[in-house]
C-alpha cells in the first residue's frame, strides 16, 4: 500500500452543482413537489467550497454530470485510504449509474481502485468514517455490514459496526463525526442501545447534538484541522466546539438538505485519511504553539 496521491496537504473532491436537483425521493428529506432554487445552490456550493480553500485545504472538482443529480455529493463516491478507494455499490438503482464517472476520476488520478462483492451495498465515505485508525461504520439503510467488516480485513483497520435506525439520519455521515482521534460529535437519536454503547466505549470524548441541531444537518461537517464547517442553525454546537479550541463556521446549505445532504456530502477527503485520521489531526484541548 502506498501513500494517497494527495498525501501532502488535506485535499478535498467537489462536484459542481450544475446538474443537481430533486429528480427522485430515495430518502425522507427528499419531495420532488419541493426543488431546489438552481441558482441559490450554486452560490452556497460555490461558497462551501471558498471555507474549504480558506480552511487550506485544495479543492479538485470532479465533472458533472446531466441526469446525475445527486453526483455533487461526492462524499459517497468511496472509501479513500492511502492509495486505495473503495468505491461505492449504491443501494438505489438511481445512484447506480454515477458508479462509473467516480470509478474514472479516481483512476485518472492516481488511485488504486477496489470493487467490493457486488452483494454487499455500500455508500463510501457517508456511511464509513475513521476516527483516529477505528473504522466506523454505519449499516442498514444504506451500506450492508457485512461490507465494512471486508473492508476492515482489506486494510487490516478495526471496524466498529453501528446501526443505523432513523430512516432521516440513513448515511453515518449525517449523524456522526469525526472531530479527531478520539473525539466526534453525535446524534444519539440516530442509533439503538448497541450502537450508543459501541460509540461510548470507543470514542473517548462523544459532543451529543440536539435534535433540533440534528436537523440542521451539525453532524455533517467539514472538518480541516480545528475549522469545521456546518450549514446554518448550529449556534449551541458552535458554542460547544469554540469551548473545545474548534474553529466553527456556518454557511447556508439548504438547497442541498432538500436533497438530504449537507457541508460533508458534498465533500471527499482525498489526502488518505478522513478528517480526523491520525495526520491532520488538531490537539481538542490546547492552544496552538507560538514561537515567540
Ligand atoms: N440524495 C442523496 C441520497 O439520498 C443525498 C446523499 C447525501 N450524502 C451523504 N453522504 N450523506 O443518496
Request: net charge negative; charged share 20%; aromatic share 12%.
Amino acid at each position: 500500500m502506498g501513500r494517497s496521491p494527495f498525501a501532502d496537504r488535506p485535499s478535498v473532491l467537489m462536484c459542481p452543482p450544475e446538474y443537481y436537483g430533486i429528480e427522485y425521493e430515495i430518502n425522507p428529506w427528499m419531495d420532488r413537489r419541493r426543488p431546489a432554487d438552481h441558482h441559490r445552490a450554486v452560490q452556497q456550493w460555490e461558497r462551501l467550497r471558498e471555507l474549504i480553500s480558506d480552511a487550506g485545504a485544495e479543492v479538485y472538482l470532479m465533472d458533472p454530470v446531466p441526469g446525475l443529480p445527486d453526483l455533487v455529493f461526492t462524499a459517497n463516491a468511496g472509501l479513500v485510504f492511502q492509495d486505495q478507494v473503495v468505491l461505492s455499490n449504491f443501494r438505489y438503482r438511481q445512484r447506480q449509474r454515477e458508479r462509473p464517472y467516480q470509478k474514472q476520476w479516481f483512476v485518472q488520478h492516481g488511485f488504486r481502485t477496489l470493487d467490493l462483492p457486488e452483494q454487499f451495498h455500500f455508500e463510501g465515505a457517508g456511511d464509513a468514517l475513521f476516527c483516529g485508525e477505528t473504522l466506523f461504520g454505519g449499516y442498514r439503510i444504506r451500506s450492508h455490514a457485512a461490507g465494512h467488516q471486508w473492508i476492515g480485513q482489506r486494510f487490516g483497520c478495526q471496524v466498529i459496526p453501528v446501526e443505523l435506525v432513523n430512516p432521516f439520519y440513513y448515511h453515518l455521515d449525517t449523524c456522526f463525526c469525526p472531530l479527531a482521534p478520539g473525539v466526534a460529535m453525535y446524534f444519539p437519536g440516530a442509533f439503538d442501545q448497541y450502537g450508543l454503547r459501541a460509540l461510548e466505549a470507543h470514542v473517548e470524548q462523544l459532543i451529543p447534538v440536539s435534535v433540533e441541531e440534528a436537523r440542521a444537518f451539525a453532524c455533517n461537517a467539514v472538518v480541516i484541522g480545528r475549522r469545521v464547517i456546518t450549514n446554518t442553525g448550529c449556534p449551541r454546537l458552535h458554542r460547544q466546539l469554540r469551548r473545545l479550541g474548534f474553529e466553527p463556521v456556518e454557511t447556508p446549505l439548504g438547497e442541498f438538505v432538500k436533497a438530504g445532504g449537507s457541508a460533508k456530502c458534498l465533500t471527499l477527503r482525498l489526502d488518505g485519511e478522513e478528517a480526523a485520521g491520525w495526520k491532520h489531526a488538531p490537539d481538542a484541548q490546547t492552544e496552538p504553539s507560538h514561537p515567540e
